[in-house]
């Protein structure tokens, strides 16, 4: 079986991919994984780099998100270290140098689990990327901050830290931005210790409001930051703020930072696996386009054609996630601006028509203090809404079959005691999701939508 027939039976690319393997259930679909694993190898020595003009480094395009790191097959909250060590082993053999962790990723284990695989390897053949993820007011104390900070280098067996970022600005606003960085004098501190040479990069990670990304930016002639990491993709181009009304265009971002000549790196290419589970009339287009690539190559190489962009991550927490991801960047395939404009227009355009939850299943929401899987229920709310399969009118033909199936895949993907139903409306989640969705709002919804399919009485999806 040729790569392009293994791709119809995947039938999405990177999120196919993890259906398949986490419960394959045809024959067929068990050996096109198998003998993909076989024919399909990324090549090695041809891995797209980047310059960063500031240090010097050759920074490889694909950047090793590692916030959805594997776990053992007999146990979901135990971390396949092994594993670990065997994909990171490979992205190095791959060319892939830059890995992106955080004291926040994998329930305060990434870093932990990240030093110990790379650890195994020279220093000189990785960077690393790590954040001052102090989000709960209770670390904002300078001693709490600056704790947090060396506890990283402890975690990540290292003496310096090649990339630092300030976590998430924009959450909570210019108030949380002081308290986490400026009134503390943290901020002071970190530059200090680049100086030193403790750090070799200093910048930021952006979500949320606006006015603190164009506050930090103005400030540019004092911190002198060295990169910034946005949220870029071809929906969030020109469409964030109608996906999330306080999300920003890519476009207005990129461009800012471009203007500075400083450096992009850029997270959620697939905006939470969205971009690559897109509904199935546009993913047979972009087939048609280009066969012998995933649906999920598009955004990857969307996301790596701009000339200002250092490196672009992604969190694979399978080996075929990071060999289909290695092929779309060893090497890299730019984008026409023909192509760009397709993505832009007609694909976005009717994307942004269907009208998901923005949830990336990044899991900062988690764990919810009442047991409620949120990221379980919106991924499952939105794979059903992104295939055309939400139940909507009774007297559509195919209502009885969406009902049955939609609430069936609930139960199995969602424990009930953890569905929306559960939820108190505390709120404690929502100060923490980078993409500001009003948590306890959608959950609701979604309880409202759950109880009218059991009680039979939907008329209308609201949602949509």
Same mark, same amino acid.
């Given at each position: ?15 196919? *991919? ?15 994984? /198998? ?12 891995? *797209? ?5 500031? *240090? ?68 000189? /053949? ?12 209770? *670390? ?52 200090? /210790? ?271």
């Amino acid at each position: 079986m040729d790569r392009r027939n293994f791709l119809k039976i995947l039938g999405g690319g990177t999120l196919g *991919t993890a259906a398949v393997l986490t419960g394959c259930k045809s024959k067929s679909e068990s050996q096109a994984v /198998e003998e993909y694993k076989k024919q399909v190898e990324p090549p090695v020595g041809k891995m *797209t780099y980047r310059k960063n003009k500031s *240090t010097g480094d050759n920074v490889s395009l694909l950047g090793y998100g590692m916030m959805r790191l594997p776990t053992k097959a007999d146990n979901d909250n135990e971390f396949d270290q092994d594993m670990i060590n065997k994909q990171v082993d490979y992205a190095i053999e791959h060319g892939l140098n830059y890995f992106d962790t955080s004291p926040a990723y994998c329930k305060g284990l990434s870093e932990r689990c990240t030093g110990i695989a790379l650890s195994r390897h020279q220093r000189s /053949e990785y960077l690393i990327a790590t954040k001052l993820s102090n989000f709960s007011p209770d *670390t904002w104390s300078r001693e709490a901050s600056i704790q947090m900070y060396h506890n990283s280098m402890k975690e990540l067996q290292v003496d310096y830290i090649d990339y630092y970022l300030l976590h998430g600005i924009g959450m909570g606003g210019m108030e949380a931005l002081n308290g986490r960085y400026i009134d503390n004098g943290i901020l002071d501190y970190l530059v200090e /210790e680049r100086k030193a040479g403790r750090i070799r990069n200093l910048g930021f990670s952006y979500h949320g409001d606006i006015k603190v990304f164009d506050y930090l930016l103005s400030q540019h002639s004092k911190y002198h930051w060295d990169f910034v990491q946005i949220e870029l993709n071809y929906l969030d181009w020109n469409y964030a703020d109608e996906i999330n009304d306080r999300n920003t265009d890519a476009s207005y971002l990129y461009a800012e930072l471009e203007k500075l000549a400083i450096p992009s790196v850029i997270m959620e290419p697939l905006l939470g696996g969205r971009l690559a589970n897109l509904p199935q009339y546009l993913a047979t287009e972009l087939k048609k386009r280009d066969p012998e690539r995933s649906v999920a190559s598009w955004a990857f190489r969307y996301a790596g054609t701009p000339k200002g962009v250092l490196t672009v991550l992604s969190g694979m927490t399978y080996m075929e996630h990071l060999k289909d991801n290695l092929l779309s960047y060893c090497p890299l395939k730019p984008l026409t601006e023909a192509e760009c404009n397709y993505l832009h227009g007609e694909v976005a355009e009717r994307i942004v028509g269907v009208q998901a939850i923005p949830c990336n299943d990044c899991k900062y929401c988690m764990p919810c203090p009442y047991g409620i899987d949120i990221p379980g229920i919106f991924v499952h709310y939105n794979k059903c809404k992104n295939e055309g399969t939400l139940p909507r009118l009774k007297m559509d033909e195919e209502y009885w079959k969406l009902r049955r199936n939609y609430l069936i895949g609930l139960d199995r993907a969602v424990p009930r005691l953890r569905q929306a139903d559960h939820c108190i409306g505390c709120g404690q989640c929502e100060p923490h999701c980078p993409q500001n969705i009003r948590i306890p709002r959608e959950l609701h919804k979604i309880s409202e939508f759950v109880e009218a399919l059991k009680q039979n009485s939907i008329l209308n999806d609201k949602k949509g």
